[in-house]
C-alpha cells in the first residue's frame, strides 16, 4: 500500500510538474503503448459490447413483452449499457488483457536486472517505463468504452429490428430520448477512474516483483484480482455519487 | 565534487548488510583510486555481486558508510544519485539488456537521455562502441536473438557509452571465448591507460584477472580476505588465495556455504516437503 502511494505520488510528478520543470515526456513510447493497450484490444472490447447489447435487448424484450411495452427497449439498453455495463465489462476486458500483460511485463523486466540497469544509467524507471502506460490507459480505456457503448447500442437495435419490427428510426429516437447527455459523461468519469486504478495497480505488481519466474505470475494474478475488485467498488462509490446522491 | 590523485574514487567503510540473520557483508571496508583497475575475486554466492550493489547504490547497507567522487551516498536520494550516476557505467552479470529494445536502441539510450547529441551523432558513437567489443553491425538485433557472451558485450558497449570516468563490470568475461575474453581486457587496459579510467572488475577468470588487475581483492565470507597487487597475490601464503588462484578442489574454501544456523526451521527434512508438494494427489 506504501509502495502503490509512493508510485501515484511519483506519477504525479513525471505528468504534472516534471514537464514544467522542461522534463517532456516523448511522444512515440506513448503511442506505441496506446497501440499495444489500446488499439490491439478493439476486436475484443467490440465482440464483448456486440453480446451485452444483444443480450440486454433480449433480456429487456421478455420482460417488457409482458407490460406490452417493448417500445422502451431502446430506452433501456442505452441507459444500461452508457451508465454501468459499458464502463464495467470493458475494463473487465482490459484488465485481463492489457492490464496483466503489463503487470507480466514489467515484472519480467524486474527480475532480470533491467531496471535496476535503468536506475543505474540514471533513467529514472517511473518516467521512462510508467509515465507512458499510464498516459496510454488513460486515453484508451475511454476511447474502448465510447466504441463500445456505439458497439453495444447497435447490437441493442439488431434485436429490436430482427426480432420486434422496429424501424431505424424508432430506435434511435428512443434512444436518444431515455439517455442525456449526463449519461455519457457518467461513463467517460468513470472509465477514467478505471483506468487509472487498473495501470497504477498493474505497475505496482509489476514493479515489485520478488524473486523470479513464481514472483511475476503472482504479480500477474495480482494486478488481475485487486484491479478487478478495486475497479467494482469505485463503480459502486461512483454510481452512489452520480445517481443516487442527486 | 573535485577528486584529486590522492583522494579515494570510492571509498567503502564499515559496510555492513544482512539478508535475513544472515551477513553477506561482514564490516568491509575498502578504497580504490584513480587510474587503478581493481579485480575483486571470491567464490561464487560470496557477495561479489551484492558488493557492487551496494556501491552503485541500487541496494542500501545495513549500516556502513560508501563514498563515491568524495560524496556519501548510502543517505542520498533517487535524485541525488542521478548527479553520480551519469558519472560511471555499470556492467551487470546478466548484461541487463532491454528485451524490448534492439541492441543498438540499447547503447543509444544513455546518450539519448543524457546528451545532446543528434540522431546522426548518436549513430555513429552506437556503431563506434560496438565495433570496439567487436559486434559491429548487430545494431538490429534484439536481445533476444544474440547469445549470452555478445549479450555481455553490449552490455559493456552501453556501460561505456558515456565514456565514464568509472566502470563497473560484475564477470565482464564469463561466457566469452579466450580470444573475445583478450579483446575485452586489452579495452580495458586502454581505458584505464590511456583515459584514466578506473575501472572495479568482478571475475573468476584467473589469467584475465591477473592480465588488468592493479590490485586484487579477494572475498570470502563477506569481507576481505587477502589484498595487494597481482604479485604479491600470486606470492601470498593464504592457503584459500592459493587454492582459488590455483583452482584446486580440496583446500580450505568451504564447498557449501551451510545455511543451518540461520534458518532452522526451513533446511530440516527437505524430501519431506517436496514428497508432499507434488505427490499428495496420489490415491
Ligand atoms: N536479494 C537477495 N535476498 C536474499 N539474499 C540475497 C539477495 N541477493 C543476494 N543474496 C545472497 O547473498 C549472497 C551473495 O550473493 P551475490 O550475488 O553477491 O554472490 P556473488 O559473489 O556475486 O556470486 P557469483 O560469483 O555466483 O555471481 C548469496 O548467498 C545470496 O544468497
Ligand atoms: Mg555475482
Redesign the pocket.
Known amino acids: 500500500m506504501k509502495n502503490y502511494l509512493q508510485l501515484n505520488l511519483s506519477l504525479l510528478y513525471w505528468v504534472f510538474i516534471a514537464p514544467f520543470k522542461g522534463q517532456f515526456f516523448k511522444l512515440s513510447p506513448i503511442i506505441r503503448q496506446m497501440v499495444f493497450i489500446g488499439v490491439r484490444a478493439v476486436p475484443m472490447v467490440a465482440l464483448t459490447a456486440l453480446t451485452i447489447g444483444i443480450t440486454l435487448a433480449m433480456q429487456s424484450a421478455r420482460s417488457l413483452q409482458q407490460l406490452g411495452a417493448e417500445i422502451y427497449v431502446p430506452n433501456l439498453v442505452t441507459v444500461a449499457l452508457l451508465r454501468e455495463m459499458g464502463p464495467v465489462l470493458i475494463a473487465v476486458i482490459v484488465i485481463g488483457r492489457s492490464g496483466s500483460a503489463v503487470a507480466a511485463e514489467l515484472g519480467t523486466m524486474k527480475v532480470s536486472e533491467e531496471i535496476e540497469a535503468l536506475e543505474v544509467m540514471a533513467i529514472n524507471p517511473v518516467r521512462f517505463l510508467i509515465v507512458p502506460r499510464f498516459l496510454a490507459m488513460l486515453v484508451m480505456l475511454p476511447a474502448l468504452i465510447i466504441l463500445g457503448n456505439y458497439v453495444g447500442i447497435f447490437g441493442g437495435w439488431l434485436v429490436c429490428w430482427l426480432a420486434l419490427d422496429f424501424n431505424v428510426a424508432g430506435f434511435i429516437l428512443g434512444a436518444l430520448e431515455s439517455s442525456d447527455l449526463w449519461d455519457l459523461y457518467s461513463g467517460v468519469v468513470k472509465s477514467v477512474v478505471f483506468a487509472w486504478l487498473v495501470i497504477t495497480i498493474a505497475c505496482n505488481a509489476g514493479m515489485h516483483v520478488e524473486g523470479g519466474a513464481e514472483g511475476v505470475g503472482q504479480a500477474t494474478t495480482k494486478s488481475v484480482v485487486h484491479g478487478l475488485l478495486a475497479m467494482l467498488v469505485s463503480n459502486a462509490l461512483l454510481t452512489v455519487l452520480f445517481f443516487f446522491g442527486r | 565534487m573535485n577528486t584529486t590523485a590522492d583522494q579515494p574514487v570510492i571509498e567503502v567503510a564499515d559496510l555492513y548488510r544482512t539478508?535475513?540473520k544472515?551477513a553477506?557483508i561482514n564490516h568491509l571496508s575498502l578504497e580504490i583510486y584513480r587510474g587503478e583497475t581493481l579485480v575483486i575475486m571470491?567464490?561464487?554466492?560470496?557477495?561479489?555481486?551484492?558488493?557492487?550493489?551496494h556501491i552503485i547504490g541500487v541496494?542500501k547497507p545495513t549500516s556502513g558508510s560508501i563514498k563515491i567522487f568524495g560524496e556519501e551516498t548510502t543517505a542520498m536520494n533517487e535524485r541525488e544519485l542521478t548527479g553520480i550516476r551519469r558519472r560511471f557505467g555499470m556492467l551487470f552479470?546478466s548484461g541487463a539488456l532491454l528485451a524490448s529494445l534492439t541492441v543498438g536502441e540499447n547503447v543509444a539510450l544513455p546518450l539519448i537521455e543524457h546528451t545532446k547529441l543528434t540522431p546522426d551523432e548518436i549513430e555513429q558513437v552506437v556503431k563506434d562502441k560496438l565495433e570496439i567489443v567487436g559486434l559491429k553491425g548487430f545494431e538490429r538485433m534484439k536481445p533476444a536473438e544474440i547469445s549470452g557472451g555478445m549479450k555481455k558485450r553490449v552490455g559493456l558497449a552501453r556501460a561505456l557509452a558515456l565514456d565514464p570516468e568509472l566502470l563497473f563490470s560484475?564477470?565482464p568475461t564469463s561466457g566469452l571465448d579466450p580470444i573475445m575474453t583478450a579483446v575485452v581486457d586489452r579495452l580495458t587496459l586502454d581505458l584505464t591507460r590511456k583515459r584514466g579510467m578506473t575501472a572495479v572488475v568482478?571475475t573468476?577468470d584467473m589469467t584475465s584477472a591477473f592480465r588488468i588487475a592493479t590490485r586484487m581483492i579477494m572475498?570470502g565470507r563477506g569481507s576481505i580476505i587477502a589484498q595487494g597487487t597481482p604479485d604479491e597475490i600470486r606470492n601470498c601464503d593464504n592457503p584459500e588465495v592459493q587454492q582459488f588462484i590455483n583452482g584446486e578442489a580440496d583446500g580450505p574454501v568451504p564447498l557449501n556455504?551451510s545455511q543451518d544456523e540461520d534458518h532452522p526451521h526451513i533446511a530440516p527434512r527437505p524430501l519431506v516437503t517436496a514428497r508432499g508438494r507434488f505427490h499428495n494427489k496420489t490415491p
Open positions: 539478508f535475513g544472515r553477506v571470491g567464490g561464487s554466492g560470496c557477495g561479489k555481486s551484492t558488493l557492487l550493489r541496494m552479470q560484475d564477470e568482478v573468476h572475498l556455504i
